[in-house]
């Protein structure tokens, strides 16, 4: 539920923004007033929260005081090759409640399971998915290029729907992380909820682009879904980094980046009355999560890789979280 707050923040930062910029009382209130209609009429509900709770904390395969849902990052690409078959059934086997895995699109739209736009990083061909057909794709061998290659060796580029049937057969919950074609994702994933309606109890919908997830409830307002963030993301890599070397480069999108962080966390979720919030772990706190609790939204962390990691944000934060291993400890992935 969002609270009054909210509401009272949200404009009057408009409204004083506006006014500093345009020093015009009559402008002001015409904008503020313009983004509130705006909101009031193109904002998406929240699904009734009894059924987000069964997606984000099922009966099955939760761990800890907390129902906590470990959930695999691309299947769990450290035990087996990511955004494969195997990956989904090692899952299963290691005791996840369930998997993330990747929508993308072949040359022929066809919708695969995979994280990249192209083929190099973990299969043993090369070159863009928008120019290589699913035949050719089927090709490939998907394990070439991971650590346990020689036990996954000939493991095949999936389609979505052959992996999202091997879910629905394992009671694995999913969440589809949708890297982009909003249009393309919208419509392949409608008709898969269609045809599987027991995903609308079993699964979300994901992405950075809050675009993708807008179009999701356009297509379907009954769908799940959740907003990905990571705070400094246009400035700064993920182990802190700066990405430019320019001065004027990096202040210009480190501004961008606490304009971006403001309206994931005052608009954009309201706008797409998503569910869940899905957060990079090192910016995680009993006061992060209280903070969208109030809203109704569950905290879900990624990437959460050790031991000691895992037993803190299960018992001592209680929320769910994405793993690359539910083995051992792996490298950090941000």
């Not at 849902?69 to 299963?92: C, F, K, L, W, Y």
């Not at 027991?198 to 699964?203: G, I, P």
């Not at 962080?261 to 209280?290: E, M, R, T």
Request: hydrophobic letters at 40%.
């Amino acid at each position: 539920m969002l609270q009054l707050g909210d509401e009272v923040t949200l404009y009057t930062v408009v409204f004083v923004l506006v006014l500093l910029g345009t020093k015009s009382p009559m402008w002001s209130t015409a904008l503020t007033v313009s983004l509130y209609l705006f909101l009031v009429m193109f904002r998406f509900p929240q699904v009734p929260a009894d059924r987000a709770l069964q997606v984000l904390r099922p009966a099955k395969g939760v761990t800890g005081s907390g129902r906590v849902s470990v959930i695999a990052h691309r299947g769990g690409g450290h035990d087996a090759p990511e955004n494969t078959m195997a990956a989904i059934r090692q899952a299963s086997k290691n005791g996840a409640a369930g998997v993330e895995l990747d929508l993308e699109f072949s040359a022929d739209g066809v919708p695969i399971l995979m994280h990249d736009d192209t083929v190099d990083r973990t299969t043993n061909g090369s070159g863009a998915l928008s120019q290589m057909s699913f035949s050719e794709l089927a090709g490939l061998d998907a394990a070439a290029r991971h650590r346990l290659r020689d036990k996954y060796a000939g493991e095949k580029v999936p389609t979505l729907e052959d992996g999202v049937k091997e879910c629905i057969k394992l009671q694995l919950t999913i969440y589809f992380d949708v890297k982009g074609h909003p249009d393309e994702a919208a419509a392949a994933l409608k008709n898969l909820y269609k045809k599987h309606p027991v995903l609308y109890n079993t699964s979300i919908v994901c992405s950075f682009e809050p675009k993708v997830i807008y179009r999701m409830r356009q297509a379907d307002p009954e769908v799940v879904t959740a907003l990905t963030h990571r705070p400094w993301s246009l400035s700064r890599f993920g182990d802190g980094v700066p990405r430019y070397s320019s001065l004027w480069q990096h202040y210009s999108m480190t501004l961008l980046d606490v304009l971006l962080d403001w309206a994931h966390h005052h608009v954009l979720w309201k706008l797409c009355g998503v569910s869940a919030f899905l957060v990079q772990k090192n910016f995680i706190s009993p006061d992060y999560i209280q903070y969208w609790a109030q809203r109704g939204v569950e905290v879900v962390a990624w990437t959460v890789n050790t031991a000691v990691e895992k037993q803190y944000y299960q018992e001592l934060l209680q929320v769910n979280y994405i793993t690359d291993s539910l083995l051992e400890d792996c490298n950090p992935h941000y």
